[in-house]
């Protein structure tokens, strides 16, 4: 079974930074490729981010691009989201997830985390 868990959400001001973290555990973290997605209050949960099993290989959302920075250390078994000049359409709950194979902009991950709160203010 794997297990992710995300932290590092909060309550930020528009044109902050904040770091999210994905501890998995569980099985070979280097076998999966690993997926952001976020879901703000009355929409469907929605990409933001993957990387391959490597870190060689990233995609992003449109509305992400240049702001947002995927990264893995698959010494740490983390995948992390650096996010940056957030703003507040950004606010949504963020979740990571995992999946064998390549990358997906789609909701076909195989394990996800809980999920951790960023909310950011104008």
């Known amino acids: 079974q794997v297990q992710l868990v995300e932290s590092g959400g909060g309550s930020v001001q528009a044109g902050d930074p904040l770091r999210l973290s994905c501890a998995v555990s569980?099985?070979?973290?280097?076998?999966?490729?690993m997926g952001w997605f976020r879901q703000a209050p009355g929409k469907e949960r929605e990409f933001v981010a993957g990387i391959n099993r490597v870190g060689g290989s990233t995609l992003y959302a449109e509305s992400v691009k240049g702001r947002f920075t995927i990264s893995r250390d698959n010494a740490k078994n983390t995948v992390y989201l650096q996010m940056t000049s957030l703003k507040p359409e950004d606010t949504a709950v963020y979740y990571c997830?995992?999946?064998?194979?390549?990358?997906?902009?789609?909701?076909?991950?195989?394990?996800w985390g809980q999920g951790t709160q960023v909310t950011v203010s104008a």
């Open positions: 569980g099985r070979t973290f280097s076998s999966y490729a």
């Open positions: 997830a995992a999946r064998s194979g390549l990358i997906s902009t789609q909701n076909n991950y195989d394990y």
